[in-house]
């Protein structure tokens, strides 16, 4: 056999191990579905020359030095903080919500007076989870967090996710803070770029090397079968590492059923103006039946005269058998995370079988995080 390593998926944590593997002169074989590489990161130029993301908006962000450093190898990165509003009673306001949100909406005397309590409260905080304001004893912090709750996330999520936000993870309502000061960035990470080139061009470099043979357009279940613990390639017995970072139920053939996702219908428009909107991202928690829209030129500092591109994100509900739905978030409860634990208990049974990335671990990653993952899962498993 002349692959040392079979990698499922181009995405991030394919793309990062096999270049991990291919600098240790492994031979790597990537099988991709699509008919592109770079998974849901992938970018591409329209008509108009904006490039836009094709699977909605990824906005890089890391704490973490040696993810940045790893990426830092591939391309050229430019500074770009994130920043988002929210249409909020008809005016747009920074989210997280922050204290200049709260300025917006509330007259200005209650706004001196919720964040003077909010100040002595949370001293030695700079952010504060939604949660902790709703339960909050303070009358009225908890009337506040009960705004917030209501006009931010409540709409939000029953859209985004289908259940009442009740219902949501905590860890994913927690993803949005409430901001206790005027810091409105998106995000509050040490590292905050985004590539010069675009993803497409990062993910090119970063697979561009004489180890890395990639198959597009290619089921992998088409060449690799598994069989008592072993995986067959072609028929025979494969020895090496096989990586999968596809989705675990299609792996084993939905034999306890299907994970569920939720997905999105992305609607892209085009405009002859030379921007829609004042910021990359303008989220619509509440009237619209889209949760936000993205104006990809800020996100690609692209300068292109009179012509501009914009996203409206639509979730939906996914769907296995239907070959154009995509998996975008994993739904994640105690019923989903016990079926998965039963694919996984599955996968653990075959010893050169590595499970990485949002589908086969069934986890909402962050991008840095699968880098992250990745490279640690390189460390545990190269010889
Ligand atoms: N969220 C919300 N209102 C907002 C933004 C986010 O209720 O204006 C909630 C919602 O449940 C969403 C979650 O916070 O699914 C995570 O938001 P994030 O922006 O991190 O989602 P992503 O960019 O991954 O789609």
Redesign the pocket.
Known sequence: MEYDVIIVGSGFAGSTLARKFAEDDKKVLIYEKRDHIAGNMYEEERENKVRVHKYG?HIFHTNNKEVFEFLNQYGQWYFYEHR?L?KIKDKLVP?PFNFKSLELLYEQKEAEEIKAKLLEKYKDKTKISILDLVNDEDTTIKEFGNFVYKN???N??AK??NIP?SE?DTS??N??PVILGYDDR?FQDEYQYMPKEGYTKLFENMLNHSNITIKLSTDVLSDISIDNNKIYYKGEEYKGKVIYTGAIDELFHYQFGALPYRSLNLIFENYDINYYQPTSVV?Y?NEEDYTRITEFKYLTNQLVDNKTTILKEYPKSYDYKDEESIPY?AIINDENLQKYNQYFELAKEIPNLYLCGRLAEYK?YNMDAVIERALELYKEVRD
């Open positions: 908006p988002v929210g989210i931010v996330f409540e939000y999520t985004q996710w936000v949501i994913v309502i993803r949005v998106y989220n928690p978030y909402y």
